[in-house]
């Protein structure tokens, strides 16, 4: 199975800071790679596909890069309602594997 | 608007059955592959097993194979899991979510979800 590995696993930042995240896999997944978040209670919701694709409707200050093993997500200015956590997923091979999750706290 | 609503979860004794159901709607359901994917209470995701839009390929994660049974009934836009043997581990909230295509190989991304329902195995 293809391991996912994110960091940090929790992160603190202030309304207007600029906060990456990263996501290691540990073979080449080319640009197969989704990122999600999930609030509190509810189901994950797809942000960007495809390592740098952002959904129809998410906000402009979500987006992702990267190629091969490893993977960037950045929130330019995050806001209060980004309070959440925040998973990759890959899909080179099955089983369809995700990361462990990054937890984004506002101060 | 795409949608889909989960149903069938509850409380099991291990060992026992259950078969959750998801229903569909807003969507040419036959084009395309769904999965469920579960989330043990306070852990991270966890793909289950996905179905081709047209039912003939399934995969399973190795935890649940010769346990689990996925299936589809295109006729009424419902997709089901039938889980046997069931596990204390097994215990989760269960999503259903769809692929952007119909194959499993390449299942892509998963959205939108359902909201979930909840299994808890326990005696």
């Known amino acids: 199975d293809i391991q996912m590995t994110q960091s940090p696993s929790s992160l603190s930042a202030s309304v207007g800071d600029r906060v990456t995240f990263t996501c290691q896999a540990s073979q080449d997944i080319n640009y197969y790679l989704n990122w999600y978040q999930q609030r509190p209670g509810k189901a994950p919701n797809l942000l960007i596909y495809d390592a740098s694709n952002l959904t129809t409707g998410v906000p402009s200050r979500f987006s992702g890069s990267g190629f091969g093993t490893v993977f960037s997500f950045t929130i330019s200015g995050v806001q209060p309602e980004d309070s959440a956590t925040y998973y990759c997923?890959?899909?080179?091979?099955?089983?369809?594997?995700f990361g462990q999750g990054t937890k984004l706290e506002i101060k | 608007e795409v949608k889909l609503l989960e149903s069938g979860g509850g409380l099991v004794q291990p060992g026992g059955s259950l078969r959750l159901s998801c229903a569909a709607s807003?969507?040419?359901?036959?084009?395309?592959?769904l999965s469920w994917v579960r989330q043990a209470p306070g852990k991270g995701l966890e793909w289950v097993s996905g179905i081709s839009g047209r039912g003939g390929r399934i995969h399973y994660t190795d935890s649940v194979k010769g346990r689990f049974t996925i299936s589809r009934d295109n006729s009424k836009e419902t997709l089901y899991l039938e889980m046997n043997s069931l596990r204390a581990e097994d215990t989760a909230m269960y999503y259903c979510a769809k692929s952007p295509g119909m194959i499993v190989v390449r299942l892509g991304w998963f959205d939108p979800w359902g909201p979930g329902t909840l299994v808890t195995v326990s005696s």
């Open positions: 997923q890959q899909y080179e091979d099955l089983p369809i594997t």
């Open positions: 807003g969507f040419t359901f036959g084009s395309y592959a």
